[in-house]
């Protein structure tokens, strides 16, 4: 089973596609692991990168499809995450690997906005406490969205190791607007190449974000047993 993940920031993909690995023993392939593993070990492809990442440039095209072509090289199952993020990135792939289906994540930007500034991550570097302060009980065009907060037990102090909790500033609201803003522009072109593709047409699975991930996940789960590719 070969999948991609598409959705905006604070849309959970990479929350699903945790799930849908330990549940299909998939691997999860997502170029922004990738890379910050690499930085982070200070190979030659980590400097590389991270002197896009300094400028805040995204990393050309060609060392992204060469990364993911020696990550899926042999891989008989995996979930796609981040990429592909361009034309030319989709258009590589299409060599590479026969896709199985797109799983596409909707959210209303107005959500994502309120979903992703009340996100609260522990002061601490060395603890990957994470929290969400953010309630969230209403319907836009019909959607009915029901996400609960994910409070820890003392106000403001990790569960984990009690440090104070922090909002990073990625995830205020006018810097979410811009990321949603470039998502939009990337993947807007990307999706519509695979929509009208007329050769080796890739089935779409088409979710909500309007509950809790468990429940996402099912009805992820639900459009792969109707495609035939899981029990």
Known sequence: MKLIIFGPPGSGK?????????????EKISTGDIFREEVKKGSELGKKVEEYLKKGELVPDDIVIEVVKERIKNCERFILDGFPRTLKQAKALDKMVKIDAIIKINAHSEILIEKISGRRICSNPKCDGNYNIADIHKTIDGIEYILPPLLPKEDMKCDKCGSPLIQRDDDKPEVIKERLRIYEEQSKPVLEYYKRKRKNKIPFIEVWMNRPPEQVVEK???GLKNLGLVR
């Not at 990479?14 to 998939?26: A, Q």
């Open 14 to 26: 990479g929350t699903y596609s945790s799930r849908l690995k330990e549940r299909f023993n998939l």
């Open 220 to 222: 992820i789960i639900e």
